[in-house]
């Protein structure tokens, strides 16, 4: 299985992220020895400043980074031995992995930066946690996630203003803001990206003028980069990114989008993730194969899977001590 998932991560990634339109191409990110295991709890706040330095720049190039979320060790190889320069997680592919759904309360915090942590040390590239709506409603759940999350040498990591509850599906203009400042306040480094998240759009409240307005609200209390998933179009994503002065994070592959990394960029977009599409994309051609097998009595999602020696070509010889 693992032949079929790397061969779904190749084709998901491998020149048009999104739309039709041949765009970005991160350079390539040589893979060196691993990085030692680390606790996480001890990890010294200098450990990884040279990657946190390097991942604030690349914020700053003149295409949007590309970051693709990573949900295991494995992944996160892939991922950079195609050439990608950064990575992030994503709750979802983990919690799928899991068995579990992509909700609210699914993953602890333990689980989440346990997972985050193994992808940090699976490959020398910044990453960028899910950090979901930081484990817990209050600003000190959000600051005790963050320093956690720079423990274990994260470059950086996303708080959503989602509750969890679906009848006050977002939490209060003023309560959100206060969790972001107690979020930017708790940082071990300067460097450690801080994304505030801004969730109207998935959660039924299409209302532009407020999402923009904690976006700036974010950014105003020191939030590094914003971020407001769903928004419906490009001339959306553009007024986002001409209300603020951070860089604006946008998630692609929740539908189909005809917009491309090149169109993005051009918007004003300065970082795009996957999100949890490559992961459904995996378990999308997994499901494709099964189904092949228990209806047809074929194998012919062998001749798409990638090659045994294709797919060790990413991997480590050893397991990290």
């Given amino acids: 299985m693992l032949t079929l998932l790397a061969r779904s991560m190749f084709e998901a990634t491998r020149i048009k992220p999104i739309g039709g339109v041949a765009a970005h191409t991160c350079a390539a990110a040589p893979l060196h020895h691993p990085l030692p295991r680390k606790e996480r709890t001890i990890m010294p706040p200098d450990q990884h400043a040279s990657r946190r330095t390097l991942f604030r720049q690349m914020h700053r190039g003149p295409q949007a980074l590309v970051m693709p979320n990573a949900w295991d060790a494995g992944t996160a ?34 689980q989440v930066l346990d997972n985050a942590r193994s992808i940090v040390e699976a490959t020398e590239l910044p990453v960028s946690a899910d950090l979901e709506n930081g484990f817990g409603a209050s600003p000190d759940a959000c600051a005790q996630t963050v320093k956690e999350a720079g423990a274990i040498g994260l470059c950086g990591g996303a708080i959503e203003d989602a509750t969890g509850d679906p009848d006050t599906p977002i939490y209060g203009f003023d309560h959100a803001v206060d969790r972001i400042a107690a979020a930017v306040a708790a940082k ?109 009595g074929t194998y012919g999602y062998a001749e798409r899977a990638i090659s045994d020696a294709d797919a060790a070509r990413h991997m480590r010889i050893k397991p990290a001590s």
């Fill in 77 to 110: 190889r892939i991922l950079a031995g195609l050439g990608f320069s950064a990575l992030a997680t994503t709750s979802a592919g983990l919690a799928f992995s899991m068995g579990l759904r992509d909700s609210s309360g699914s993953l602890s915090r333990e």
């Fill in 188 to 296: 071990t480094s300067p460097d450690f990206l801080v994304t505030a998240r801004a969730e109207n759009f998935l959660y039924g409240r299409p209302d532009l003028d407020d999402t923009i307005r904690r976006l700036q609200a974010f950014e105003a209390v020191g939030a590094d980069v914003v971020y407001a998933p769903g928004l419906p179009d490009l001339e959306s994503i553009r007024r986002v990114c001409q209300s603020v002065s951070v860089p604006v994070n946008v998630v692609v592959g929740l539908t189909a989008g005809t917009a491309s990394v090149a169109d993005l960029s051009a918007a004003g977009v300065r970082r795009i993730s996957t999100g949890g599409s490559l992961a459904r994309a995996a378990l999308g051609e997994m499901v494709r194969a099964a189904t092949e097998l228990r209806t047809e």
